[in-house]
Every structure is written in structure tokens, then in C-alpha cells.
């Protein structure tokens, strides 16, 4: 492939400056150490990239001495999408649970302390939170990730998340504007369409993310959809009536704009990621995610080199592709002032302000109570108060270790099949001889199939049979009324969306699958 420019001019500079490329590998290649020499400013990291909080305090110390003004990105949301606990589970219940316990003081809490441990490891943006109301209960790729379906509720807990996790010295980057909760498709292997009017639109969808604004979300995640009621041709990452005429000029944001991952078949499979690019700065993007999937030098000299030719064709305005990148350097120099402020105020948390009441300001405040080394189970308190438990009148505590048939679904590519979920592991801990066992009916599959494995698995111990959305899946509700039929004792645990009706001896709905969740759900099956 011909390269363009030099590395070193203005134009090539900027282009690079817009890109935020992954890589493979737990320390950072020679390819993309020059890159940031060259211009690059920002450097995304995924589960592949993490071993140990240890480890990526060493890769992250590694970019800053290529480039001191680095910014690293992460998506970490806790809950089901976790990176920095993505071979353990994470230490921190997803959206879903804290909407479930509707706590904004405690949400706050919850996003300081995670701030606080990716600030630690040397990560200063992250790509949460979701600002998505989950109005569609069959959304195949927000469900847990949202704090709800209530749109109030979303609003508040979004302005809660952005404040604690920014009062940590981390960016915030508010997703997926303008609201992918009444999907039905997931933007990773096509293009979701909602079909909502501009009114709906304005008063559900929008809300959350007028929330993060004035909460002071230093960035903004686009989302892969198309949204005829703002633009009947073109998905909001690529549509300038929905990146600068809407999210610039009408909600009056001033931040960074950064796309969703542009290898998603929303975008590569329509535009493809290089005319994709283009489109999304010209629109009014100033950041370009790619390396989820593209991991590698060549997507970032295409990416830039399609800049640079646009640019040099009178396609992309220069002005635009300047304006974009000083966007990023501004934030970079935010979060150098934020990261000081934040460890400052941590290290006097007696006279830290509360964090309702600056959020406005560089760092957010320290949320009461959150100094250095405070909340350290914060996530274990969330998500044992996130719990909803219906309990049958014949229902009998257990007290032998019992058999945990896991009904799994196929995982979504943001999710991913990498993190532990369940409650197998804690009931061991509490249960020493409990067995599980994993049973996938499949989509087009049948219930009745699954369960009578599942039966013969268990033998004579008790049933735990764990969920996830069962109302999305015919197959599981099947089984699990194979399952309650035959051995009506049975135990459940839902660690989706809890749309279904509860059902069992005992229905536990931990509204996520972190693995917090799973422990706060065994301490019930145990007793303890």
C-alpha cells in the first residue's frame, strides 16, 4: 500500500491524532510505539491486552514514556462487559443492578471506586457508561448494560456514573448516542434501525444523555444505528445531523465525540472502515475506534491515509480534521489535570467536596466517604443489595452441596465468551462438592431436550439452575419448565434482564452476571 505522508507533517499528524487503534499483545509492539511518536495520541485496550492490574500498570507505563500525554482507553463498564476482570468476572454489578437498586449516592460510589483502579493501572478514558434506555426487552446487546427502561431513572444514574468515575481522574464517554436501547439487531453484525418519531425520540432516548452533559461527560460514544426520524440516509456515527446538528448545536455538547468500533458490520459491512472514517469526522466525529477486531499497523496506515486523501481530494475539510484532533489533545490535557486533582482530593477525603455538588468542575469531587483505600467492597455491597429474591412457601434452604445447571446462551461479541458468569464457583466456595454442569439448547433447539440432561447430570442433589434472559430465549423457558416439572424444589437464578415471571422454590434476580452478582446470589442459596 502507498503511504501518503511522511509521519511527520501536520496533516499526517492529525490523522493519526484521531485514531484510537488496538493491538494484540500485553506489552505494546514496535509498530505501534513509532506510531505514537508520529502523532498518534490515543490507544485502545481490550480484555487480550490484560493480565494483571500489575501488568497493565507496566503497558501503560510504556506508552507514556513514548508519549506522556497518552490517552489510554478501555471498555470497562463492570458488570457482564468487563476488561480489567475479564478471565475472573468483574468486582462491580453492571448498570442494570444499580438501576435495579436506584441509589444514585451509591452508583457514584461505584463508578469512583472503578475510576479509581483503572486511574491506578494507568487508564485515563473509558468507554462507559451506557446511556441506553432498555425500552425493547428483546435488545440482543444492551439488556444488563442499561440501568433501565425507565428513562428518568436512566438520566440519573448516567449523570451519577460520569460524575463518581470522573471525580477518579477518568474520563467518561457516554454511549451510544442517540440511544441504542430499542434495537432489536445488534449494530456488530448489521445496521439497527429505530422507528420511533422525533418526539419519542427527544424525551426517551435523549434524556440520559442531556443528563451526561451536564453532569460534564468529557466524551461521547456514537452508536451505529439509523435513526430516520434525524436521518432517513445515513446511521448516527456518519450523519452530521446527528453528530453537529443535534448533539453539537441543539444539546450544546463541546467534548470529544468518539465512534463506536468501526470494524462493526454496521459500518464495515455498509461503508466499509476507510470511507466510514471519513464520513464520521466530516460529520462531526473527533475520534475513530478501530482495534476490537482490526488489531494491527495496517488498519491505522489505511485509516490515516484515507484521512489524508480526503483531505487532499477537498472531500474532508481540513479545518474539520484539525479541529477534531485538537479536540482530542484537549482532553488529553484534562485528563492530566483531572488525574492530579483527583489524587490530591483522595488523599484528604475529609474535605473533599460531595460529588452531586461538583460536577461541574475538573475532577467531579471525591464522593463522601470514597478516599484513598475506602470502598473497597463497594461492589460485593451493591450487588448483594441489587438482589430480587421470590421465595415459595415450599421452598427449603440448602444445606448439601447441590448441582448448578447453567443454561447458556450464546454470548454478544461485547460481552464476549471470555468471563466466567454463574454462581457455580461462589456455592463451591460456600458448598465445597457442589457440581455444575453447562447445558446450551440452542436458539432453534429444544427446552425439553436440555432439561432431561440436566436431570441426569444432577442425580440426587438439589437443582440451581442459573439464567440469563430467559425471556429472550424459548429454549430456556422450556427447559425450565422441563426442569420445575420433574424436581419442583428447584432453585433459580436469573442473572439477566428480569423479564420473565419468577418461578422455583426460590427466584433469585441479580440483574447481571458480574461476579459480585454471583456471590451475593450463593450467599442466599447458602444461607449466609
Not at 466530516?282 to 478501530?290: N, P
Not at 499497523?297 to 479545518?319: H, I
Not at 485538537?326 to 488525574?339: D, H, I, K, M
Amino acid at each position: 500500500m502507498t503511504t501518503l505522508a511522511s509521519g511527520t507533517d501536520t496533516l499526517t499528524r492529525d490523522a493519526l491524532t484521531v485514531l484510537q487503534p488496538g493491538f494484540t499483545g500485553t506489552s505494546a509492539p514496535d509498530w505501534l510505539l513509532r506510531r505514537l511518536g508520529e502523532g498518534l495520541a490515543s490507544v485502545g485496550l481490550f480484555g487480550r491486552n490484560i493480565a494483571s492490574p500489575a501488568q497493565l500498570g507496566r503497558l501503560t507505563a510504556q506508552l507514556r514514556a513514548e508519549r506522556d500525554d497518552v490517552l489510554v482507553a478501555i471498555d470497562e463498564e463492570g458488570g457482564d462487559v468487563t476488561r480489567l476482570e475479564v478471565r475472573t468476572g468483574s468486582s462491580f454489578p453492571g448498570n442494570h443492578a444499580l438501576g435495579a437498586v436506584d441509589d444514585v449516592a451509591l452508583t457514584r460510589e461505584v463508578a469512583f471506586e472503578l475510576g479509581r483502579r483503572l486511574a491506578e493501572c494507568g487508564v485515563n478514558l473509558n468507554w462507559a457508561p451506557s446511556a441506553d434506555v432498555n425500552s425493547n426487552p428483546g435488545n440482543p446487546v444492551i439488556g444488563v448494560r442499561s440501568f433501565g427502561a425507565d428513562t428518568d431513572l436512566v438520566a440519573r444514574h448516567t449523570a451519577a456514573y460520569v460524575t463518581g468515575l470522573q471525580a477518579a481522574g477518568v474520563a467518561a464517554c457516554t454511549k451510544h448516542f442517540p440511544g441504542h436501547g430499542d434495537t432489536a439487531v445488534d449494530s456488530h453484525h448489521a445496521l439497527p434501525r429505530i422507528d420511533v418519531d422525533g418526539s419519542v425520540l427527544h424525551a426517551r432516548e435523549l434524556a440520559p444523555f442531556r443528563a451526561a452533559i451536564a453532569a460534564g461527560s468529557r466524551a461521547v460514544m456514537s452508536a451505529h444505528i439509523l435513526v430516520p426520524a434525524l436521518d432517513p440516509d445515513r446511521p448516527a456515527t456518519l450523519s452530521r445531523r446527528v453528530l453537529t446538528g443535534l448533539l453539537r448545536d441543539e444539546l450544546g455538547y463541546q467534548g470529544l465525540i468518539v465512534t463506536d468500533g468501526m470494524e462493526m458490520q454496521a459500518i464495515a459491512g455498509t461503508y466499509g472502515i476507510e470511507r466510514g472514517s471519513v464520513l464520521a469526522i466530516a460529520a462531526g466525529a473527533d475520534a475513530i475506534c478501530v482495534g476490537g477486531g482490526l488489531a494491527d499497523d495496517e488498519t491505522v496506515r489505511r485509516l490515516r491515509d484515507a484521512l489524508v486523501s480526503a483531505v487532499r481530494s477537498g472531500e474532508l475539510a481540513e479545518e474539520r480534521l484539525a479541529d477534531a484532533a485538537e479536540r482530542v489533545r484537549a482532553l488529553a490535557r484534562w485528563t492530566a489535570s483531572a488525574s492530579g486533582s483527583a489524587q490530591a482530593s483522595a488523599a484528604a477525603p475529609d474535605t473533599a467536596p460531595d460529588a452531586a455538588s461538583t460536577s461541574g468542575s475538573a475532577s467531579g469531587g471525591v464522593p463522601t466517604g470514597m478516599g484513598a483505600g475506602a470502598g473497597h467492597d463497594i461492589g460485593l455491597v451493591a450487588a448483594r443489595r441489587a438482589l430480587t429474591v421470590t421465595c415459595s412457601e415450599a421452598y427449603e434452604p440448602v444445606g448439601e452441596p447441590p448441582f448448578v445447571a447453567v443454561l447458556t446462551p450464546v454470548a454478544n461479541i461485547a460481552v464476549g465468551d471470555e468471563t466466567p458468569w454463574g454462581v457455580a464457583a461462589e456455592l463451591a466456595r460456600l458448598l465445597p462438592g457442589t457440581e455444575t454442569g453447562s447445558f446450551a439448547g440452542g436458539e432453534g433447539g429444544n427446552g425439553e431436550e436440555t432439561a432431561p440432561a440436566a436431570l441426569t447430570a444432577a442425580g440426587d442433589r438439589r437443582i440451581v439452575a442459573v439464567v440469563r434472559d430467559e425471556h429472550r430465549h424459548a429454549w430456556m423457558a422450556s427447559a425450565l419448565d422441563a426442569l420445575l416439572a420433574a424436581r419442583p424444589d428447584t432453585i433459580v437464578v436469573e442473572m439477566g434482564v428480569p423479564q420473565a415471571t419468577p418461578r422455583g422454590a426460590l427466584h433469585i434476580a441479580t440483574h447481571g452476571a458480574a461476579r459480585v452478582c454471583g456471590r451475593a446470589a450463593a450467599e442466599v442459596i447458602a444461607g449466609h
